[in-house]
């Protein structure tokens, strides 16, 4: 499966590279693959971690990293947007931060004697929103419409953002003073919700004895472009479901809406984004189709964080990841 286009890739330029170059033309896996290793070069021991990252990315959809402060999260994003030659933003989410501050505003130019547009930092390919749930809902809300459908508008007017653009937002599940958490509405428009966790003890013991741990990150270069990374993403859309799969993801879905472990269940953009991250995970194992395994891989990073569980299994301690897990073995899967 090829997926770049020698006459787009820059590294074929010769003005990019000072000289002659031979097109570049790779597999979707070989390009998957080679953004995960590069990311690996700065996060040790996660490498599960950043498959489903770097699936997200392809997929078109949002990240949402949910851990303890100090275990990669920052780390994980800026690696990525490094990886695919990509632009990086980052916001520190606080209670007195304003949508302008993200989006940007319009501000007047004395010499030309009119407002001008100047572009907030969710003008890049990829923007880590620290911390989000610090700022108010206001402020969080303010990236709906960039994470729904890559364009803001303000003062009526609406542009563009730059194509592949993702969130990598964070947050701390301990600390809960001062803070406000996501609405579903936006809880839904993050395609996974991951926990980096903590290192084991061969990576961790690694990232002590390295003498330039902390200089990692800096020695990322790119290994493939944005542009790569929209032809895997088109690639990826052209992979193969069944029907029998489309109805398997149909009755997790009517399931997750009628058991009575859920209060509430899948949404049809729920339904969506595990069918195009099961895309993703098919063509990066080389295959050209989509098997129910593919939808089981993902079902809890792609699911948990859309569902509300019912009053009755949050007394009995049910986490949404084992009622999702439970829905998955309750489900027929069609042979």
Not at 260 to 275: E, K, N, Q, V
Request: aromatic share 4%.
């Amino acid at each position: 499966m090829t997926t770049t286009d020698p006459s787009t890739d820059r590294r074929g330029d010769p003005s990019a590279a000072g000289g002659a170059s031979a097109p570049v033309s790779r597999s979707f896996t070989a390009m998957f693959d080679s953004i995960c290793t590069n990311i690996a070069g700065a996060v040790h021991g996660k490498d599960d971690v950043i498959r489903l990252t770097v699936t997200c990315l392809v997929a078109g959809g949002h990240l949402l990293i949910e851990d303890v402060p100090g275990v990669g999260k920052t780390t994980i994003a800026k690696a990525l947007a490094r990886s695919v030659d990509g632009t990086f933003g980052r916001v520190q989410f606080t209670p007195d931060l304003l949508p302008s501050d993200v989006l940007g505003s319009s501000v007047w130019n004395q010499r030309d004697s009119g407002f001008e547009f100047r572009a907030g930092p969710v003008f890049h390919h990829l923007l880590l929103s620290d911390e989000i749930n610090r700022a108010s809902p206001k402020t969080q809300s303010a990236l709906l419409e960039a994470m729904a459908e890559e364009q803001v508008t303000v003062d009526g007017a609406t542009y563009p953002l730059p194509r592949p653009f993702m969130v990598v937002a964070t947050q701390n599940p301990i600390e809960h003073h001062g803070t406000f958490p996501l609405p579903e509405s936006q809880l839904d428009r993050f395609l996974m919700r991951l926990s980096v966790g903590y290192p084991g003890r061969a990576a961790e013991l690694a990232l002590l004895v390295e003498p330039d741990h902390g200089h990692q990150l800096d020695r990322l270069r790119p290994v493939v472009t944005t542009d790569d990374v929209l032809a895997m993403r088109d690639a990826a859309q052209r992979v193969h479901v069944s029907h029998a799969v489309a109805g398997y993801l149909v009755d997790l879905a009517d399931r997750s809406r009628t058991s009575p472990t859920f209060a509430l269940g899948m949404s049809p953009r729920a339904s969506l984004g595990l069918l195009n991250a099961s895309q993703v995970h098919a063509a990066s194992s080389g295959r050209d189709y989509v098997t129910p395994d593919d939808v089981k891989d993902l079902a809890v990073p792609v699911l948990a964080h859309r569902v509300v569980l019912a009053p009755e299994p949050q007394l009995r301690a049910v986490s949404a990841a084992d009622a999702i897990a439970e829905l998955l073995a309750t489900t027929p899967v069609p042979s």
